[in-house]
T-cell receptor, first 114, second 117 residues
């Protein structure tokens, strides 16, 4: 079975400071990892994904994530947070051995304070 | 990039009525679409996988007679909530898989908020 954990329900950071949103995963095969962002009453917007290759993945809006196989983690990072980054962030995994369906983490609410 | 639309974006209905939500892939054909449900402050839960021209595959605990899914064409899947009750109030999000290319990218719609009174 596959699962995704996001240990923090809420992350608060001051504008201009670096931010990290944590994600750990469990899959039986090779993980395909994703980050999505959701603004209020909106669907999910794709930020970035890791399929293979470099462990550091760069995505939309200045976000990046680092795949760490030994720690089974895929933390989302941004060097300098903006107030407009405040939203709900979901980590997700697709296991090609499990019907290729997404399994989403519980979400982390990011609040960037001015 | 590819776009997935949903209609309506929000709907309010009386208890006992049925509500149909449409999901369309606008610039690609999707043989597979997915329906998710999201409760407030919770993650997305997969309800069912919709395959064009065949019956949907429902996740455990999802009533197939309650949530009717029809994927009649390569660009349209519909979810009908039959005899809706207040506990069906939720945010419903569809997703469409673009099978062009090697990675089978999955795109998400903007969601439909359902409120059953």
């Amino acid at each position: 079975a596959q699962s995704v954990a996001q240990p923090e329900d809420q992350v608060n950071v001051a504008e201009g400071n670096p931010l990290t949103v944590k994600c750990t995963y469990s899959v039986s095969g090779n993980p395909y990892l994703f980050w999505y962002v959701q603004y209020p009453n909106r669907g999910l917007q794709f930020l970035l994904k890791y399929i293979t290759g470099d462990n550091l993945v760069k995505g939309s809006y200045g976000f990046e994530a680092e795949f760490n196989k030994s720690q089974t983690s895929f933390h989302l990072k941004k060097p300098s947070a903006l107030v407009s980054d405040s939203a709900l962030y979901f980590c997700a995994v697709r296991d090609w051995n499990y019907g290729q369906n997404f399994v989403f983490g519980p979400g982390t609410r990011l609040s960037v304070l001015p | 990039g590819a776009v997935v639309s949903q209609h309506p974006s929000w709907v309010i209905c009386k208890s006992g009525t049925s509500v149909k939500i449409e999901c369309r892939s606008l610039d690609f054909q999707a043989t597979t679409m997915f329906w998710y449900r999201q409760f407030p402050k919770q993650s997305l839960m997969l309800m069912a996988t919709s395959n064009e021209g065949s019956k949907a595959t429902y996740e455990q605990g999802v009533e197939k007679d309650k949530f009717l899914i029809n994927h009649a064409s390569l660009t349209l899947s519909t979810l009908t909530v039959t005899s809706a009750h207040p506990e069906d109030s939720s945010f419903y999000i569809c997703s469409a898989r673009d099978s062009r290319g090697l990675e089978e990218t999955q795109y998400f719609g903007p969601g439909t908020r359902l409120l059953v009174l």
